[in-house]
């Protein structure tokens, strides 16, 4: 499209990041410099987006949900959305999603791989909490897939079948519990070259692993103007509904689903070990149920890490406290 607004050219080609390449590239032999905008659509728009980023197009990743042009439109088909973009784009009036850095894409698709991992050791605990059910069998031990734990679950005789499906879930999940180390030892020798996690560290609360997602998942902290817009984008505030000298407390925002586990994750944390988080969350309790106080606690260290100043010298951080 034109700066008039005239479609100078349309076309189509396969979703794959070498025709992404091919086509971006021809298009900047034919017409020279351009922009161009791509509609958030999960990991499927990022194969364009990267592909017209390397061939030296200044892309836009714009939010449907914000884009209400298209959201509400009537007739939605992809000619006409790319139309809408295009002037959008040309009128400079795209709502943009924040696109980090590629190493910081590439570190948020490891620690997703390890948040995976510890769904997968979950589910198999559980099938084996439900065979021993079965049995009405009880672990002596408290930590029933600790080290002594294992040695009593490989030693159980269950009946037909189901001694044979007790010793396969038992080899998947030492299988798990492998892979999280050899990730979880990755993650640690990443967090010494990150700029954010010596500082999110300093925090109760928070080991390397912790801080290594809320610093991926953050990326670039000087994006919230203030701690309230960091809070209000993690979804630990609550919404408001206010109408005259009404005012209604609502759930909880949307806001990023790992980041908010994290840091529910780190307040539990936090509550156990730091006299003033516990006592700030006891105060929360005498009114709200644990959930709500947690969350208090929560939204309290988000504030708080917007704000803090300290800055850690990487040469102080000791091999055992990283790896721990």
Request: glycine share 4%; with cysteine.
């Amino acid at each position: 499209m034109g700066e008039d607004g005239s479609i100078l050219d349309s076309g189509s080609y396969p979703n794959t990041m070498f025709d992404a390449s091919h086509y971006a590239r021809q298009t900047v032999e034919k017409y020279g410099e351009c922009k161009a905008v791509v509609e958030s659509t999960g990991n499927m728009c990022m194969k364009t987006y990267e592909a017209f980023e390397s061939n030296g197009v200044e892309v836009k990743l714009a939010n449907p949900v914000k884009t209400r042009a298209i959201a509400e439109a009537r007739v939605k088909t992809d000619k006409l959305d790319a139309r809408i973009l295009a002037h959008l784009l040309r009128a400079d009036l795209i709502a943009e999603c924040y696109v980090p850095s590629k190493d910081v894409r590439l570190a948020r698709a490891l620690l997703t791989h390890r948040v995976n991992i510890t769904r997968e050791q979950t589910r198999m605990k559980n099938r084996i909490h439900s065979l021993l059910d079965k049995y009405d069998l009880e672990c002596e031990y408290d930590d029933i897939f600790g080290a002594h734990g294992m040695r009593w679950l490989h030693t159980l005789q269950l009946n037909g079948h189901d001694h044979e499906i007790l010793q396969s879930l038992l080899r998947e999940l030492e299988f798990f519990q492998d892979e999280e180390e050899k990730a979880d030892s990755t993650i640690a020798k990443d967090a010494l070259h990150s700029q954010y996690v010596p500082i999110i560290m300093s925090m109760t609360g928070f080991d390397y692993y912790s801080a290594s997602v809320l610093a991926a998942y953050i990326a670039d902290v000087s994006r919230f103007p203030s701690p309230s817009h960091l809070v209000s984008w993690v979804g630990l505030c609550p919404s408001v509904y206010q109408t005259g000298e009404s005012l209604y407390m609502g759930r909880m925002k949307g806001g990023s689903r790992k980041v908010k586990w994290i840091m529910i994750q780190a307040a539990n944390t936090a509550i156990r070990s730091d006299h003033r988080m516990k006592a700030y969350y006891e105060r929360k309790l005498r009114r709200h149920h644990h959930n709500v106080a947690v969350t208090h606690v929560a939204n309290k260290f988000q504030r708080r890490g917007r704000n803090l100043e300290i800055r850690v010298d990487l040469r102080q951080l000791h091999s055992p406290r990283v790896l721990r």
